[in-house]
Structure formats: structure tokens, C-alpha cells
């Protein structure tokens, strides 16, 4: 079958129970687009997946014939296009969310706080790039209420492609800080690729919800076009507070205009430092302005816990373990270093793994944080080349290996932060802790 456009596309989703681009992953009822790497090509499993049951396979390679093959130029790009045709079905908002940091918990926190109110489709996992946005937008069921799209990035100009995709009625950027920095050409160059969802808002008449109390943000969202609702401060609540200068303590709320106006008692919550602070902020203003009722949304912030490798915390037989390894970057480790170092642990110990695709920022991000360490009082091993070459710790491990090794040697009593790129695959210490 030739491709017309997208509307052949999707009636054949239509006719299926979703998409898939695994070819691991089919099965009977499933739409399969063959996608291509730079080391695999899907098209060809594209007869095994109809071998399996898929409905049918797309595929950009002439060559594969059989039934239920169904020929594109692109592969990727009429996954994206029937992504696209498929979102435009919806009068529901769509949100779209990006930021150097805390996308993803923050992400979490608006599902459950919208949850309590509306049927809510959100990005899972990190899904978030120019595949996985569209995979999300199509895992969209017709009964949605609230999409929330989350948004990444590591160049100018992919935040702008997902938004031609997701076509987001209402955003919200977290922060602009130093991660990335080598595709996005420095900071400056993080804080244009960030403002791409700003841009799109305005263009498009969209609504973007601006945490007031970052200069960043309030300038880069001075658009013409976009309505802008800041949040964030007493100026501009809703605004969120801890009673006490310690990093766990509870928090008070307010959506009107001063701290006599809390939204109820002092809320006890699972999420300590300022940054989840700002996290649950932003959680707020969203639930807030999408109708749900004050008490929905302290029950849903007083409900959550950590997403999995983003500050949750292990107990084991010797240690207690702050896991946060899913991703790093400067601005980011800086942040949860403070926020550990406050915490007043019994001998805490940060581990820190290397942080990559900083490009020519390498030397000084690493030793920014390995200083930020020091400034606070904290023992600072750390572990990877980068770090090695640019910043030795307290202690200094060219690889996991050797950073095992002395672990097994008898590290007990302690509380330990792990903290480093994905790549580094700091969890893996867990066991050794």
C-alpha cells in the first residue's frame, strides 16, 4: 500500500490497538512503523512484526514487499504526522513542559495533582524527544482531558520541532541551566532552545504558566502574543514555603495574596530541598488554574513520592542512600548538593559521577560542583575521567570499578548521596552500599 497522507495513516490506526517502533514489542493489533539509527534499521523486521500480528508495517524501504506493507518516504517523519493528526482530534489542553531541570518530577507532580479533577494522559518514562512525543500524542486515549507533554532537548531547535508536533495550548519551562551545554552552544544557547516553547505559546495565542521568582524566565517570556500568568512569589501566587529553614520541612501554600492565606495546615511532603520546592510551585499554579480545589492539590503533594532515580531514598543493611542518578548537570547538582548538605544528615558523604555533554564547559561545571561540595562542608568522593583529570575529591576514582572496589571495603552508618549522568550508572552502587 502507498502512503497519501495522513489520513490514510490514521484510519489505519485507527483499525489498531496502538503503535509500536520495537520490533521486539509487537504483537496482535499493534500499528508498526519501521524507524532507522544510526546502527539498526526497522524495515527489516518489517514482515516479522506482520508475522507476529501487527496490523501493518511502515516502512521507507521499497525493496520489502507482502501484505500489509505499507510504503512512506519517511519513517520517522509519518510517525509524527499521524502523531499530529491524531493530537488535533482534541479540544482538551494540551500541555507542553521543558527545562534544564526537574522535568520530569515535575511533570509527575502535575499528573497527580490534575488527576483529582480531570482524565489526564501524561508522557511516561522519558519519553520526551522527537520519537517519544510522538509516541505519547498517540497513546492519547479519546477521553482525555489533559495531555501533559513533557519536552527534551539537546539542540536549538528540537523544542521548536516537538511543539509543531504536540501543537501545546499551555506550557511551562522549570529553569534554564547548564545542562547540554555542548549541543546547545552555552548557556545563552540553552536559554533560546528553552524559549522555542515560548515562542510557539505566542505564535499560537497559547497560555505559559512563568515561575516569577526567576529573572530568567520572566524576561524570556516577554512575548508579544503570550499570556503569560506568573506564579511563585507573594507578588504573584500561588506561593509555596517551608515553615522552617530545614530542607524536609512542611510546607505552607497560599493561591492568594500573603502567608495569612495558606491553603490549609502545614502540609508534610516527600520531596525536600528548594528546587522541589519550586517543583511543587509549579504543580500548584497548573492545578490552580485548571479548577482543581485547594484541598485536591495538598492531598496529591502530600501523596507523592520520588520518581524512581530522582531523589528516592534506599535503606540498607549499612547505609541510608539518596538514589538521584537519572541524569546531571551543574545547575542541577549544585542545587540537590545545598539541599543535602542542609539537611543536617549523620555523616553524609556525596558520591558524584561525571557529567557529560558540557563540551568546552567540562573542566569548569566540574569543578564548580566539587567546590559547591566544599563550600558546604560535605566529603566529596567523585568518579569518572572527567572529573579525574579536572577536579579531584575527597577521594577520586578514575571508573565505577575501582569506586566498587573501595565501597566493599566497609562504608557504613552513613547517609550518601549518588548523583551523576546517566551514563555513569551510579544506581549500580546501591548494592555495594
Given at each position: 500500500m502507498e502512503f497519501h497522507d495522513a489520513s490514510t495513516l490514521l484510519e489505519l490506526f485507527d483499525q489498531s490497538v496502538g503503535v509500536t517502533t520495537d520490533s521486539r514489542r509487537c504483537g496482535p493489533g499493534l500499528l508498526y512503523f519501521a524507524l532507522k539509527g544510526a546502527r539498526f534499521d526497522g524495515n527489516a523486521f518489517a514482515v516479522e512484526a506482520i508475522s507476529k500480528g501487527c496490523t501493518a508495517a511502515v516502512v521507507d524501504d521499497p525493496s520489502i514487499k507482502g501484505e500489509h506493507i505499507v510504503h512512506v518516504p519517511d519513517g520517522l517523519q509519518a510517525l509524527q504526522q499521524l502523531a499530529l493528526a491524531h493530537r488535533r482530534r482534541f479540544r482538551a489542553p494540551v500541555f507542553g513542559l521543558t527545562g534544564s531541570n526537574g522535568k520530569t518530577t515535575t511533570k509527575?507532580?502535575?499528573?497527580?495533582?490534575?488527576?483529582?479533577?480531570?482524565?489526564?494522559?501524561?508522557?511516561?518514562?522519558?519519553?520526551?524527544?522527537?520519537?517519544?512525543?510522538?509516541?505519547?500524542?498517540?497513546?492519547?486515549?479519546?477521553?482525555?482531558?489533559?495531555?501533559?507533554?513533557?519536552m527534551g532537548a539537546n539542540h536549538q531547535g528540537e523544542i521548536a520541532a516537538l511543539c509543531s508536533i504536540a501543537e501545546p495550548s499551555h506550557g511551562l519551562i522549570t529553569n534554564v541551566g547548564m545542562a547540554h551545554l555542548e549541543g546547545f552552544g552555552g548557556v545563552d544557547g540553552v536559554k533560546k532552545g528553552k524559549q522555542e516553547l515560548y515562542r510557539h505559546l505566542a505564535t499560537h495565542g497559547g497560555t505559559a504558566l512563568c515561575n516569577a521568582s526567576d529573572p530568567d524566565l520572566m524576561a524570556l517570556s516577554a512575548l508579544d502574543g503570550l499570556?503569560?500568568?506568573?506564579?511563585?512569589?507573594?507578588e504573584h501566587p500561588p506561593h509555596a514555603w517551608r515553615i522552617s529553614e530545614r530542607v524536609d520541612a512542611p510546607i505552607l501554600w497560599t493561591g492568594d495574596a500573603g502567608p495569612g492565606h495558606a491553603a490549609g495546615?502545614?502540609?508534610?511532603?516527600?520531596?525536600?530541598?528548594?528546587?522541589?520546592?519550586?517543583?511543587?510551585?509549579?504543580?500548584?499554579?497548573?492545578?490552580?488554574?485548571f479548577g482543581v480545589a485547594p484541598e485536591s492539590i495538598s492531598?496529591?503533594?502530600?501523596?507523592?513520592?520520588?520518581?524512581?532515580?530522582?531523589?528516592?531514598?534506599?535503606?540498607?543493611?549499612?547505609?541510608?542512600?539518596?538514589?538521584?542518578?537519572?541524569?546531571?548537570?551543574?545547575?542541577?547538582v549544585e542545587s540537590t548538593l545545598r539541599a543535602f548538605a542542609s539537611a543536617g544528615h549523620d555523616a553524609p558523604l556525596a558520591i558524584l559521577g561525571d557529567m557529560k555533554e558540557l563540551g568546552e564547559h567540562t573542566a569548569t561545571g566540574h569543578r564548580l560542583v566539587r567546590d559547591v561540595a566544599r563550600d558546604c562542608g560535605l566529603e566529596c568522593w567523585v568518579v569518572g575521567t572527567d572529573f579525574a583529570a579536572h577536579a579531584p575529591g575527597d577521594?577520586?576514582?578514575?571508573?565505577?570499578?575501582?569506586?566498587?572496589?573501595?565501597?566493599?571495603?566497609?562504608?557504613?552508618?552513613?547517609?550518601?548521596?549518588?548523583?551523576?549522568?546517566?551514563?555513569?550508572?551510579?544506581?549500580?552502587?546501591?548494592?555495594?552500599?
Open positions: 509527575e507532580l502535575i499528573r497527580a495533582v490534575m488527576a483529582r479533577h480531570l482524565k489526564v494522559h501524561a508522557t511516561e518514562g522519558n519519553l520526551n524527544n522527537h520519537i517519544g512525543v510522538p509516541l505519547t500524542l498517540l497513546a492519547m486515549p479519546l477521553d482525555t482531558e489533559f495531555a501533559l507533554v513533557e499570556q503569560r500568568i506568573p506564579y511563585g512569589t507573594a495546615g502545614p502540609l508534610e511532603v516527600h520531596l525536600h530541598g528548594k528546587h522541589q520546592l519550586a517543583n511543587m510551585q509549579a504543580a500548584i499554579a497548573v492545578g490552580l488554574h492531598a496529591a503533594l502530600g501523596a507523592f513520592l520520588p520518581v524512581d532515580q530522582r531523589g528516592e531514598t534506599v535503606t540498607t543493611d549499612r547505609n541510608t542512600v539518596i538514589v538521584d542518578c537519572y541524569n546531571a548537570n551543574p545547575s542541577s577521594r577520586t576514582f578514575e571508573d565505577i570499578g575501582a569506586l566498587r572496589m573501595a565501597l566493599r571495603g566497609g562504608v557504613e552508618g552513613r547517609t550518601i548521596l549518588l548523583k551523576g549522568s546517566r551514563s555513569m550508572r551510579m544506581e549500580a552502587l546501591v548494592e555495594d552500599l
